[in-house]
């Protein structure tokens, strides 16, 4: 089982973010996963410049790492997203991540894959930032297992962390389990599928102007 880890923090997995993390991915090894983790501070994506050339052809033009990393995370079986609380939000490196995967979401290609979200804060509002993690999930056509976030209470500590490190691992078994098991979580899905069915809608006004997407629709 192949899970793939993408670590949004500037601080790579020397942070709060990459500490909880580790015991997500604990959890998923000791359930058998072979994990594969990508740091988006050390492999930088650049913004998305909106030229349109994935719709149409169905690769990114921009020149860095994107395809690379679009690639790993399709042959994946699962993925976990990661990243700590910046100003009610994720950090500018995993949205730069997400927003060049808009042809991936556009085309909700992760359907049947599964995710798990992870994140740290400052001081609370760890909520916010994980429903959020989980529309760009089930936008891209994959459920959510659950999530975990928590304050940090120091450089790699957070309070409570024995129960809370206990329930991060549980969180990477439950992504394992669900892959295997072929998990559903009908609660998701009036979001999923409503979202699915808009672009689906958009691509077939949009017509022959994106080429690519146009062909993957009408295949399905």
Same mark, same amino acid.
């Given at each position: 089982? &192949? ?215 009408? &295949?399905?």
């Amino acid at each position: 089982m &192949k899970i793939l880890a993408i670590n949004g923090s500037p601080r790579g997995m020397n942070g709060t973010t990459g500490r909880l993390l580790e015991e997500v991915m604990a959890g998923a090894v000791q359930a058998g996963a072979d994990i594969e983790i990508v740091t988006l501070a050390q492999t930088p994506v650049k913004p998305c410049v909106a030229c349109d050339v994935c719709h149409k052809v169905g690769t990114c033009p921009v020149k860095d790492e994107f395809e690379e990393i679009k690639q790993k995370l399709v042959a994946a079986d699962a993925f976990i997203l990661a990243t700590p609380n910046y100003l009610l939000s994720i950090t500018a490196q995993l949205k730069a991540f997400l927003d060049r995967c808009n042809g991936l979401i556009h085309l909700t290609a992760l359907e049947g894959k599964y995710a798990a979200l992870v994140e740290t804060s400052g001081g609370g509002g760890d909520e916010d930032v994980l429903e959020y993690m989980q529309k760009i999930v089930n936008a891209m056509g994959a459920q959510s297992v659950g999530s975990i976030g928590s304050p940090g209470a120091g450089h790699r500590v957070f309070p409570d962390q024995d129960a809370l490190f206990q329930k991060a691992r549980t969180l990477g078994k439950e992504l394992c389990d669900s892959v295997r098991e072929k998990r559903h979580f009908p609660e998701q899905d009036e979001w999923r599928l409503g979202f699915k069915a808009r672009m689906e809608q958009l691509i077939g006004y949009v017509g022959e102007v994106w080429p690519y997407e146009q062909q993957i629709v009408a &295949k399905r």
